[in-house]
Every structure is written in C-alpha cells, then in structure tokens.
C-alpha cells in the first residue's frame, strides 16, 4: 500500500509476529526515480514481517486494534507504542501463540465511553459496599 505523509506525522508499523513502532517522518530521506527505497524497519526472525504501515498524527489522539489471524482483537492507546529511530526492529505489542500472526491493524479514535464504564464500575462497587454493610460483612 502507499501513504500520504505530511511533515508533522509519524508512520506506525506493525509486524506479524506482533511488534511495532512509530517513526517521525523527518527520519526518512527523500528519494527520487531509480533509488532502492529507505529502510523502514529492521526485519529479524525475532520481529518478523512488516504487516502494517499506517501513517499518524502526532497529537496521539487514537488508538490501535491489532487483529491476528486466529480472530483475537486488542484495542491499546497509540501513546503506548514506542517511538523509535528508523531501522530499529520495534517493540512487543501483543503477545501471540505459537502460529498466530497479526493480520491487519487499524488506527481509531480514542473512545469517550471508557469514563462512562468506570463511573458504572465506581457505581457498582459502591453498590457492593452498601450490601456489605447490610449484611456486616
């Protein structure tokens, strides 16, 4: 795939044996017709194939779903992922079983229901506390 990168953007990779990172895009040399390309990542047995390349922006307002093979979906803040130089290899993003591979990931708003579930959570255990207190326990 291609992306259009503005100066002020970070690219995300990800690879199938689930390690990432994000890059300025200042770290990356301009080429023109006939160039072999900018290494982009340090591929190893150890970190696998580039899977992903999604380019960012810098305000970290977003969060990653990373989907493997086998149907398993994590969802992580963006600011979580190291940024990181170049030709570096990355850093574990999820942690994957013996023939799982991540497939595909994508880049998503941050979602504003997380405040919600923890006012529901705090709601609950004060609930559980009153009923405690009913019982003596």
């Known amino acids: 795939g291609a992306e259009v990168v503005k100066p002020d953007q970070q690219i995300l990779i990800v690879t199938d044996k689930g390690y990432g990172k994000k890059t ?3 770290e990356y040399r ?3 017709r006939g160039s072999k390309g900018v290494k982009a990542l340090n591929v190893t047995d150890k970190n696998g194939m580039m899977v992903a ?3 960012i922006d810098t305000i ?3 969060d990653i779903m990373i989907i493997t093979d086998s149907g398993i979906i994590i969802k992580m803040p963006l600011e979580q992922v190291s940024t990181l130089k170049r030709a570096t290899q990355g850093v574990r993003l999820i942690n994957l079983k ?3 591979k991540v497939s595909t990931i994508a880049v998503v708003e941050k979602d504003e229901t997380v405040d ?3 006012d529901i959570n705090k ?3 004060s609930s559980l506390e009153s009923i405690e207190e009913e019982r003596g326990e």
Do not use: A, R, S
């Open 24 to 26: 300025d895009v200042d």
């Open 53 to 55: 390349l999604k380019c």
């Open 30 to 32: 301009l080429t023109h």
């Open 123 to 125: 709601n609950m255990d």
């Open 60 to 62: 970290n307002n977003y």
């Open 116 to 118: 919600e579930n923890t």
């Open 98 to 100: 013996d023939n799982q």
